[in-house]
T-cell receptor, first 109, second 115 residues
């Protein structure tokens, strides 16, 4: 049971921002929210993670709702290389990842 | 660059013939994980090592075993592969501790085919 809900697929235009939503309404107070992405024929790649505060890194931003029941991964300017499956994962104290279905992001030129 | 390396990228074996997949890391991470990813599905954790301590997931078949001779290397052994074991096998590492605050670093996987 992945315990997160994401849209199956989303589309974006190249060079536009993308907001990928994730619901995790049963999240516990100590679960971190992790995002990974998987490009075709590659292993998953870590993108970003957070607990309560919004987070930024060179790849993306993570906006976490105040009640922590949802989060949004923000890609500021989508490129064709960002086309991938994006997984939102609740990471508990054991640091075990349970992958759900993810969101397949398609980027149009 | 520090990384997680899986060899080979593609492996073909015969039904019932034992096969070993290997993973090495230069990150000096405490924890190493093995995942199975079948076609069009998400990765599924099989087991992990925290240092020398082996931790099996409850629903991992007995056919799958693992060895970690040292910090850098970890092996996945499939004793008698069946057709249903054809999949991508992913190795990952992370630092220990941190309570969910540790990213995992994945290799690019070994795609196993069963004839």
């Amino acid at each position: 049971d992945a315990k997160t809900t994401q849209p199956n697929s989303m589309e974006s235009n190249e060079e536009e921002p993308v907001h990928l939503p994730c619901n995790h309404s049963t999240i516990s107070g100590t679960d971190y929210i992790h995002w990974y992405r998987q490009l075709p024929s590659q292993g998953p790649e870590y993108v970003i993670h957070g607990l309560t505060s919004n987070v930024n890194n060179r790849m993306a931003s993570l906006a976490i709702a105040e009640d922590r029941k949802s989060s949004t991964l923000i890609l500021h300017r989508a490129t064709l290389r960002d086309a991938a499956v994006y997984y939102c994962i609740r990471n508990n104290a054991g640091n075990m990842l349970t992958f759900g279905g993810g969101t397949r992001l398609m980027v149009k030129p | 660059d520090a990384m997680v390396i899986q060899n080979p990228r593609y492996q073909v074996t015969q039904f019932g013939k034992p096969v070993t997949l290997s993973c090495s890391q230069t990150l000096n991470h405490n924890v190493m994980y093995w995942y199975q990813q079948k076609s069009s599905q998400a990765p599924k954790l099989l087991f992990h090592y925290y240092d020398k301590d082996f931790n099996n997931e409850a629903d991992t078949p007995d056919n799958f075993q693992s060895r970690r001779p040292n910090t850098s290397f970890c092996f996945l052994d499939i004793r008698s592969p069946g057709l249903g074991d054809a999949a991508m096998y992913l190795c990952a590492t992370s630092r220990g501790g941190g309570g969910g605050n540790q990213p995992q670093h994945f290799g690019d996987g070994t795609r196993l085919s069963i004839l």
